[in-house]
Structures are given as structure tokens and as C-alpha cells.
């Protein structure tokens, strides 16, 4: 059974541009979550997804937003590009709520 | 506002060694706790999950148990091996918060041969 695909694996952005990440989850799998981790801050939450809709938010600004397809397949977008915002984001899924999450191998995104 | 704290952030051990890991949360009021590890440049893989009515899990030489009631849960690792270098982390899951993880920064374990 496959597991949770990220897209691309590697991103150099600069400032101000916009940049879309993609994950598939493992299949039959709904809930796609993903997350923000740095050095500094650790693994943040950014937003969850169940069956198209969006669940949980956590504490980022607008220019982080997301999406879930009909085939449970998301994508987050990132506006704006900042310097902080370099990081690795990983996607993960679950069966459901309470049922352990599965996590890609991340995106690298560098800003220069 | 829930915390979670892993202690210690580094530990250095010789092949063969038992060794705990230590996890504490701040608010009890949990859906569940995992344990994930995670290798250099990789995503998380899952270890354990325990339901918040559980005490503890198992899977081969790892254990998990969890004190709701004093916010604590450790992760034992039974005759380490270098194999097991890596950064472990726990989350905790929220009652009314679906999916959403809250993760401790982690521990980086390192065994020696």
C-alpha cells in the first residue's frame, strides 16, 4: 500500500512569490492535515481536511490556505513568499479522527 | 493552552541499553498521544498510539505508557540499537480539535555501536 506522497520534494521560491504544495494521501484515507516544521518553532499545525472540508485552522495568516479534492488529494498554497517561511511542510492522513496519522517525507521550500 | 515537553532534547547511549523517553502535557483533557520518530530529512513515521483511555501500548522492543492524570507519558525502547538513532517526538490530540496534533520539540537519541 503506498504512502503519503508529497510533491515536489524541493522548492527555491523568493520573496514574494506564491508557490502550491501537493499531498496524496494514502488511499481511503479522508482527513489530510498538515504542518509547518523550523528549527526554531518546532512542528506547528497549519490546517486539516475531511472530505473536502476544512476542519481545524491553526494559528497562521491568511497568505496559508489549502484544499481537499473528491479523491481526498490537497494542496496548500502560500502567498507572498517571506523569508520565514522557509521550512519543511509535511502532509499527513488518517483513517479518521483518533486513528494514527501517516506523514510524507515533507517539501523542502527554501525562500532567497 | 495545551503544551507538551519532551525531556531530554539529547541523549547519548551505548548499543544494548534500555532507555526512557519522557513526554509531559499540560491540560489532561487528551483524545489520544503518538509517538513518532523521525530520521534525518525524513517526514514521521508512527510508532505508537495510545487512546486516552488507554495505560499503555507495545510494538517489539518499544512501550508507550500514558498517566493522563499527572500529564506524562514515556516511551520505553528495550535494548536499544544503533538502528534507533533518531529524533522522537509525541503529540497529543484534543478532545473537540480532530486531527490537529500538538507536538513536543523532541528528543534526539543517538546509540552508539
Known amino acids: 500500500k503506498a504512502g503519503v506522497t508529497q510533491t515536489p520534494r524541493y522548492l527555491i521560491k523568493t520573496r514574494g512569490q506564491q508557490v502550491t504544495l501537493s499531498c496524496s494521501p494514502i488511499s481511503g484515507h479522508r482527513s489530510v492535515s498538515w504542518y509547518q516544521q523550523t528549527p526554531g518553532q518546532g512542528l506547528q499545525f497549519l490546517f486539516e481536511?475531511?472530505?473536502?472540508?476544512?476542519?481545524n485552522k491553526g494559528n497562521f495568516p491568511g497568505r496559508f490556505s489549502g484544499r481537499q479534492f473528491s479523491n481526498s488529494r490537497s494542496e496548500m498554497n502560500v502567498s507572498t513568499l517571506e523569508l520565514g517561511d522557509s521550512a519543511l511542510y509535511l502532509c499527513a492522513s488518517s483513517l479518521a479522527t483518533g486513528q494514527p496519522q501517516h506523514f510524507g517525507d515533507g517539501t523542502r521550500l527554501s525562500i532567497l | 493552552k495545551q503544551e507538551v515537553t519532551q525531556i531530554p532534547a539529547a541523549l547519548s547511549v551505548p548499543e544494548g541499553e534500555n532507555l526512557v523517553l519522557n513526554c509531559s502535557f499540560t491540560?489532561?483533557?487528551?483524545?489520544?498521544l503518538q509517538w513518532f520518530r523521525q530520521d534525518p530529512g525524513k517526514g514521521l513515521t508512527s510508532l505508537l498510539l495510545i487512546q486516552s483511555s488507554q495505560r499503555e501500548q507495545t510494538s517489539g522492543r518499544l512501550n508507550a505508557s500514558l498517566d493522563k492524570s499527572s500529564g506524562r507519558s514515556t516511551l520505553y525502547i528495550a535494548a536499544s540499537q544503533p538502528g534507533d538513532s533518531a529524533t522522537y517526538l509525541c503529540a497529543v490530540s484534543i478532545n473537540n480539535q480532530g486531527g490537529k496534533l500538538i507536538f513536543g520539540q523532541g528528543t534526539e537519541l543517538s546509540v552508539k555501536p
Open positions: 491540560d489532561s483533557a487528551i483524545y489520544n
Open positions: 481536511y475531511f472530505s473536502e472540508t476544512q476542519r
